[in-house]
C-alpha cells in the first residue's frame, strides 16, 4: 500500500464490516492503524487479504518499516526488472529478423512468444495478482486495466509489444515509487538525525552511553562540542551557540547557556554542556514535528479530495467507453475486430488516473516538507492550499510583533555632569534584587556597565510601586510614577520628559533618594527587527494586518506605527479578540491569527488558520494552531502565503499535464494510430512529469 488509490480500495473493502472502531493510514510508513475487537479485526484482516495484500503486524512504534517501492521490494526486484526488459528486447529485435517459410519461421515465433512470455512473467507477477484481486472484486484500478491489457495483447499476437508493455510499466512504477519516497521522506531526511544514544549522568557520579529512548526524564546528560542534543533538555552548565536549523530554520546559530532550553536534532558547536533532559526521546520536540508532519500528510486537501471523486468517474467511463470501441467500432467505422481490440487495449493502458491521482498528495508533501525546512509546520494540506486565500492577518502584539520581552532602552541621569557609572551601579543594586519584570529589564540592561552589583541593606518590595533599601547606607527607591508623585518628587520638567517616555509606550521606573530622583530607567518591548519588513511583505501580498493586543492604547499605538501597521484593537481581553475576528472574517474574508497558542487560544480557534509563534517545546501551542512557526520570526507568514501559491500553481500544472496528456493520447488512440507503447508512455510518462515537477516544491526558496 503506497498511495491514495490503495487506501481508497482498502477503506471501501473495509466499510461493510461493523465494529471498526478507528482506522488511520500512514502511507509514508506504509501501516494501517486499526482498532477492533479480535473477531472484527480477523474479518477485516481477511478482507484485505482478499485484495491481494498481505498485511503484516507490527510489535511496535519501533518495528515501523522503511518506507520502499511500489511492490514492497523496489531494491530486490531491481534485477528481475533488468531481466524482464532484457527478454522484451531480444523479443522485440526478433521481430526485425526476415520471416522464412517452414521451420524456422515457426522456431522464431515460438522464440519470440517465450521471450515475451518471460518478460511478463519477471515484471508482472504483482501486477497480475493484485489485477486478478481486483476484477474478482469488481474493481478497475491500474493492476486490472493493465493485467487485461497486456493479456488481451499477448492473446492477439502483439507479444513483444504486451512484454514490453509490462516491463515499461514496471519499472516506471519503481521510479515512481521512489520518487514519492523522496517526497515523503523529505521531512524526515531533514529532522530525524537525533543520536540513538545520550551519554547520561549514572547513580554513583559516573557516566555512560545508554539509549535515548531509555533516558529518563529529570536525567542529566552530556554533549560535547560538535556532537548533536539527544533529547530535549534545560542546559545546567556550561554556554555554547547551537545550530537550532533543523528544528527552527534558523540560518545562525544561537547562543545558549544555563537555563536555556535545547532540543534534540539540534547541534552543539562550540562547548561542552549539560543539560536535564524535560521529555522523552518519542515526546520531544522534534519526535512532536515529525509526528506533526505525517498527520498533515494523511490528511486530504480540497484539490485532492476533488481529483479523487474524479478519478472515481473518470476511469470507469473510459472502460465503458474502451468497451464500446471494441464491440462497436468494426460495424460503425469498418474496422477488423483484431484492429478494434487492440484499440481497445490501448485504451484501458490510457483509463488508469495515476497521473492525476498521485498529482495531488506529491506535491502538498513536497510543499509541507519545504515549509518544515524553514521552520514552519503546517498541520495538514488543506490550510497549506487555504493561505493562498487569505485577505487579513490579525497580530497579536506580545511575543508576535515584539520581542515579548521587556529591556532596558534607556537610562539617564536626572542631573548634569552626574556620575553615571555610580548611578548605574546603585540602580543595578537594586533592580538585581527583584523579580519584577520592569526590575529584571532593568538589571539586564544594567549588568554590562557594572562589574559586580552593590550590596544592598532592609531591601523590601512595595506592592505596585517599586522597591526600596540602603546601597553603600544611602536610602534609595526604585520607583514607579505613582511612588515618585506620594514622596512629593515630581516637577514639571520630570513630568514633561516622563510624557515623552509614556507617549513611547514606555515603562518608567525612576532612582531617588530622600533628595529627589537622581536617575530615569525607561523599560519597553521592542519590535522585533524582522517585523517591519514581514508587515510590508504581507501588505505587497495584498493582505492587511491588524493589531489585537491586550496591552494599552498607547503602547500599541507607539509599536504598531514601528511596524507599519495602521489598524489596531487595543485593551482587548481574550473574549474580545475572537469578537475581532470574527468581525474581520465577516467584513474581509479567510483571516488568520497569529499568537502564543495559549492566551489567545479562542481567536486561533475562530481564525481561518491559526498561527502559534515561537512555540518550540510548547503543547499547547502546537495543539491549538494550524501553523506553527517554530523560530518566532514573523517574516515566515508571508513565506507560508508565498509557499501556498505556488503550490497551487504547480497543483494546476499538474492536473492541467495529466488531464492534458491523457485527452491527447485517448484522441490519438480513437482516431489515429496510438499504440500501446505510447499508452504506457502517456500513462507513467505522465505520472513521473507531475512527481518530479512537484518534487521541484523541496528546492529553491
Known amino acids: ?124 507477477f504483482d501486477t497480475y495478482k493484485k489485477g486478478f484481486y481486483a476484477l474478482r472484486a469488481g474493481r478497475l484500478n491500474i493492476n486490472a486495466l493493465m493485467a487485461v491489457a497486456v493479456t488481451g495483447a499477448f492473446l492477439i ?76 533538555g534545560v542546559i545546567l552548565t556550561g554556554t555554547s551557540a547551537i545550530d537550532q536549523a533543523p528544528v527552527t530554520g534558523e540560518s545562525l546559530p544561537v547562543d545558549k547557556g544555563p537555563g536555556d532550553e535545547v532540543y534534540a536534532g539540534t547541534i552543539n558547536q562550540a562547548a561542552a554542556l549539560e543539560f536535564r533532559v524535560t521529555a522523552a526521546a518519542s515526546d520531544s520536540t522534534l519526535a512532536r514535528i515529525i509526528h506533526a508532519v505525517e498527520e498533515a500528510q494523511a490528511s486530504r486537501a480540497p484539490t485532492q479530495r476533488f481529483v479523487d471523486r474524479f478519478a472515481a468517474i473518470y476511469t470507469p467511463a473510459v472502460f465503458a467507453l474502451a468497451l464500446a470501441v471494441a464491440l462497436l467500432t ?30 495531488t498528495p506529491v506535491t502538498l508533501v513536497s510543499g509541507l516538507a519545504a515549509a518544515a525546512r524553514r521552520g514552519i509546520l503546517i498541520k495538514g494540506g488543506v490550510y497549506l492550499e487555504q493561505a493562498r486565500l487569505l485577505k487579513v492577518v490579525a497580530l497579536d502584539k506580545t511575543g508576535t510583533v515584539t520581542q515579548g520581552q521587556s529591556v532596558l532602552v534607556e537610562f539617564a ?40 552589583p552593590a550590596a544592598v541593606h532592609d531591601f523590601a518590595a512595595a506592592a505596585g510601586r517599586g522597591v526600596q533599601g540602603a546601597v553603600d547606607g544611602l536610602p534609595l527607591v526604585l520607583a514607579n510614577h505613582r511612588w515618585i508623585e506620594e514622596r512629593g518628587q515630581c516637577s514639571a520638567a520630570l513630568e514633561a520628559g516622563l510624557a515623552l517616555h509614556e507617549r513611547a509606550g514606555r515603562t518608567v521606573a525612576m532612582l531617588a533618594d530622600a533628595g529627589g530622583v537622581l536617575a530615569i530607567c525607561a523599560v519597553a518591548d521592542t519590535i522585533k527587527p524582522s517585523s517591519r519588513q514581514a508587515v510590508a511583505e504581507l501588505k505587497a501580498l495584498g493582505i492587511t494586518p491588524v493589531m489585537l493586543t491586550g496591552d494599552n492604547l498607547t503602547t500599541a499605538q507607539v509599536i504598531a506605527g514601528q511596524a507599519g501597521i495602521t489598524e489596531l484593537r487595543a485593551d482587548l481581553l481574550p473574549e474580545h479578540k475572537l469578537a475581532a475576528i470574527r468581525e474581520l472574517q465577516q467584513r474581509f474574508g479567510p483571516t488568520a491569527m497569529v499568537g502564543d497558542g495559549i492566551n489567545d487560544a479562542p481567536a486561533l480557534a475562530q481564525s481561518d488558520i491559526g498561527f502559534a509563534m515561537g512555540a518550540a517545546g510548547t503543547h499547547t501551542a502546537m495543539e491549538a494552531a494550524d501553523v506553527v512557526v517554530m523560530n518566532d520570526e514573523l517574516g515566515r507568514l508571508p ?11 504547480v497543483l494546476l500544472q499538474n492536473i492541467a499535464l495529466a488531464l492534458g496528456i491523457k485527452t491527447a493520447f485517448l484522441l490519438a488512440a480513437l482516431f489515429g494510430s496510438a499504440t500501446m507503447w505510447m499508452a504506457v508512455f502517456a500513462d507513467m510518462g505522465a505520472s513521473l512529469l507531475v512527481v518530479f515537477n512537484g518534487l521541484r516544491l523541496l528546492r529553491g526558496k
Not at 495484500?53 to 519501533?62: K, N, R, Y
Not at 469498418?334 to 484501458?348: F, S
Not at 537594586?430 to 557594572?450: K, Q, T, W, Y
Open 639 to 649: 513565506e507560508t502565503v508565498r509557499l501556498s501559491r505556488r503550490t497551487r500553481g
Open 157 to 232: 499476437g502483439q507479444w513483444p509489444e504486451a512484454a514490453m508493455v509490462m516491463a515499461l510499466y514496471a519499472i516506471a512504477e519503481l521510479i515512481e515509487a521512489r520518487a514519492v519516497d523522496r517526497a515523503r521522506n523529505a521531512i524526515k531526511s531533514l529532522l530525524a538525525m537525533a543520536p540513538e544514544d545520550a551519554e547520561v549522568r549514572q547513580a554513583d557520579g559516573s557516566w555512560a552511553r545508554q539509549l535515548t529512548a531509555s533516558v529518563a526524564v529529570g536525567a542529566r546528560v552530556r554533549i560535547r562540542p560538535g556532537e548533536r542534543i539527544p533529547l530535549d
Open 1 to 124: 500500500m503506497d498511495c491514495a488509490v490503495e487506501e481508497g480500495e482498502i477503506r471501501r473493502a473495509l466499510a461493510p464490516i461493523a465494529g471498526i472502531e478507528g482506522l488511520r493510514f500512514d502511507l509514508a510508513q506504509r501501516t494501517l492503524s486499526l482498532a477492533a475487537a479480535p473477531p472484527v479485526l480477523e474479518a477485516a484482516l481477511a478482507a484485505i487479504r482478499n485484495m491481494g495484500f498481505d498485511p503484516q503486524p507490527l510489535a511496535g512504534a519501533a518495528a515501523a518499516p522503511t518506507p520502499h517501492g511500489h511492490h514492497g521490494h523496489a531494491g530486490e526486484g531491481l534485477p528481475r526488472l533488468l531481466a524482464s526488459l532484457l527478454c522484451a528486447l531480444a523479443a522485440e529485435a526478433l521481430t526485425f529478423i526476415p520471416a522464412a517459410a517452414g521451420p524456422g519461421s515457426q522456431i522464431l515465433q515460438l522464440a519470440e512468444m517465450g521471450l515475451a512470455a518471460a518478460a511478463i512473467a519477471l515484471a508482472g
Open 330 to 359: 468494426p460495424w460503425l467505422m469498418g474496422y477488423g475486430w483484431l484492429q478494434a481490440l487492440y484499440k481497445a487495449l490501448v485504451l484501458l493502458v490510457i483509463a488508469c488516473p495515476c497521473a492525476l491521482v498521485i498529482s
Open 413 to 452: 541621569p536626572v542631573a548634569a555632569g552626574a556620575d553615571r557609572a555610580q548611578l548605574a551601579r546603585l540602580a543595578l543594586a537594586l533592580a538585581s534584587r527583584s523579580d519584577h519584570p520592569v526590575s529584571l529589564a532593568i538589571a539586564r540592561g544594567l549588568a554590562a556597565e557594572c562589574a559586580q
